[in-house]
């Protein structure tokens, strides 16, 4: 199944008065490249973070948010840098000393100089914390994974609709294939009559002609493309209908693809069928940007 590497997801969870959100978004990487920000008390948790997304999200730049808040009246301390607190007084009596001014520095404006107060998130059993963090990660990347699938049909939609299309060009450069060959042969043949005297043309040759002709239609055979494009095709829809990872395998499905479209227009010799090849170029192009973005 495909799914985009592009998304978002977001989890909340209220376990008593312990509330856990997180939120995971994600691009497009070749690889799974995770970059976690939360608590510092919760660093022990990295391992196991890791793994977990490791487990469901197999590729992309995956970004995770960690927030922590225990709303209980035991969650936070509130630590009071007695030391400070007493040079902080006492250089305010300094300074009313010096200035003759009224001492104002009251107790409340005290408390709000930097690093008087410090407030820190008291510790949680480990077991409990590992057991509620990973609960409320795994419903954020439920939330993801629900994305990515949404995005992921969509583009394997417009893939499948831009592969219709190049298997209707095929189809016309099928067609006229050997229409540039018949023509080759009637332009070769009036050049000769244009060439030759009508005493020149009794002793002339037509098995040259004939050798000529088949000469170019071996060069400018193209069937083979046309059958391996065809094939291709056909496997691109089963990849894309399958229900394991695109990703890798639409990307070096395109690059045989494009080689075929290639070798059709050095091979063509003729201006219509190269124009429908800039065609199915711009199409396989197009492809092949959207598939960066499927896991």
């Known amino acids: 199944m495909a799914y985009s590497m592009t998304g978002f997801g977001r989890g909340e969870k209220l376990f008593d008065t312990r509330k856990y959100s997180i939120e995971i978004k994600s691009v497009n990487s070749r690889f799974c490249d995770i970059s976690i920000r939360m608590p510092r008390m919760f660093n022990y948790l990295d391992g196991d973070i890791r793994r977990a997304l490791t487990d469901r999200l197999t590729r992309g730049k995956i970004d995770v948010f960690i927030n922590y808040a225990d709303q209980g009246d035991a969650g936070q301390t509130v630590t009071v840098n007695e030391a400070l607190a007493v040079e902080y007084s006492e250089a305010a009596a300094v300074i009313c000393s010096v200035t003759g001014r ?8 005290i408390a709000t100089m930097p690093d008087v107060l410090t407030v820190t998130q008291n510790e949680i059993d480990e077991d409990t914390a590992t057991k509620e963090l990973l609960e409320t990660l795994n419903c954020a990347i439920d939330g993801m994974l629900a994305m990515r699938k949404r995005e992921g049909e969509n583009l394997v939609a417009s893939i499948l609709t831009k592969i219709e299309a190049l298997e209707g060009i095929r189809e016309e450069v099928v067609a006229r294939s050997p229409i540039v060959v018949e023509a080759y042969k009637q332009k070769l043949a009036s050049r000769i009559d244009e060439i030759l005297t009508s005493d020149q043309r009794a002793f002339y040759d037509d098995n040259r002609l ?3 002709v088949a000469i170019f239609a071996d060069k400018c055979a193209i069937d083979e493309e046309m ?22 395998k639409m990307d070096f499905l395109v690059q045989e693809i494009n ?3 290639n070798t059709t227009g050095s091979k063509a010799n003729d201006i219509e069928i190269t124009s429908r090849v800039l065609s199915m170029k711009n199409l396989v192009e197009e492809i092949r940007e959207q598939i960066q973005n499927l896991v």
């Open 259 to 261: 080689r075929e479209v």
């Open 227 to 248: 059958a391996r494009l065809s094939s291709h095709f056909s496997q691109a829809r089963k990849i894309l209908g399958g229900e394991e990872t695109v990703g890798k």
């Open 210 to 212: 004939a050798a000529e």
């Open 102 to 109: 009224e001492d104002d520095m009251g107790v409340a404006r």
